[in-house]
Each structure stands twice: as C-alpha cells, then as structure tokens.
Nanobody, 119 residues
Framework: QVRLVESGGGLVQAGESLRLSCAAS????????MGWHRQAPGKQRELVAT???????TYADSAKGRFTISRDNAKNTVYLQMNSLEPEDTAVYYC?????????????WGQGTQVTVSS
C-alpha cells in the first residue's frame, strides 16, 4: 500500500517562509511526476508546482519567483520551499505523485497540510 505523508505546514505571518515535505512509502517501483496542489476555502483545488523524475518543473503563475519545488529521488520525497508568503497562499496543500507499483502507474494523494498566512 502506497502512502504520501506531508509535513511542514503551519501558521506564519506575511513575508515569512515555510518548507513543506512529502514522503512516499510502500512498495514503489518508480515515481514519475511529484508535485503540490492547494485548495483554499470555497475554491477549487489548483496546481502549485510539479517536478518530473528528470527534474523538469512547472509552476503556477502565483508561485513563480516565490516557491521552489525540489525532490530527493533516493528518498521518494518532494519538497516545496515557500518564500514571501502572502495571505492569499492560505490553503490546504496536497502532495501528489504518479507512482508505479506492481500495478500500472496511477496518481496518489496525501492527506493535506494546512498553511495559514496572517497579514
């Protein structure tokens, strides 16, 4: 059974930083893309950033220049460094990954971690 476990969320003030981590565990053959989405109250879940196993990245416009995604393939872990946080970044942040097990690859999601930015 594959699990994604996030950590690193919390309450910060505007302008401060947070680093989110997400570790995948279980019987994993390979992981392609790993990334982060977020969902604010009353809004749809949206992409924040993704990174392929080869290192190619995609960022939402709102994240460009402030957030950096990285991953440690040996640890099956993806990170999101968030700088210059704004109240608009307040949301539940979800890790996701496209993982191949003994079955065909499919997306997996973490349980989410709350990020709250006060003004």
């Amino acid at each position: 059974q594959v699990r994604l476990v996030e950590s690193g969320g919390g309450l910060v003030q505007a302008g401060e930083s947070l680093r989110l981590s997400c570790a995948a565990s279980g019987i994993i053959v390979s992981i392609n893309a790993m990334g982060w989405h977020r969902q604010a109250p009353g809004k749809q879940r949206e992409l924040v950033a993704t990174m392929t196993s080869g290192g190619s990245t995609t960022y939402a416009d709102s994240a460009k220049g402030r957030f950096t995604i990285s991953r440690d393939n040996a640890k099956n872990t993806v990170y999101l460094q968030m700088n210059s946080l704004e109240p608009e970044d307040t949301a539940v942040y979800y890790c996701n990954a496209n993982i191949r097990t003994v079955l065909a690859p499919r997306p997996y999601w973490g349980q989410g971690t709350q990020v709250t930015v006060s003004s």
